[in-house]
């Protein structure tokens, strides 16, 4: 029999990780943020190095967006 792959691992190359940063930036919900970590923990396992490092970009990501410099300015990263 052939292994079968997780549809969610195809499509969602980074799992849970974006929803994480998103609600600890954006919407600053501790309980979704552990919703998710959890959530990230039972589908994909423990975060690896590489995750941490995804999430910090995207928390750099948001917060830069989120800055009034880039509001007023439009600055698209």
């Known amino acids: 029999m052939l292994p079968t792959l997780n549809l969610s691992l195809m499509k969602y190359a980074n799992g849970y990780l974006p929803k994480i940063a998103y609600h600890m930036v954006i919407t600053k919900d501790q309980s979704k943020v552990d919703y998710f970590a959890e959530r990230q923990l039972q ?29 007023i300015y439009h600055v698209q990263t």
């Not at 589908?43 to 989120?66: A, S």
């Open 43 to 71: 589908t994909y396992g423990e975060n690896t190095p590489e995750d941490e490092d995804f999430i910090r970009g995207e928390i750099i990501r948001l917060l830069t967006e989120q800055s009034p410099t880039a509001r």
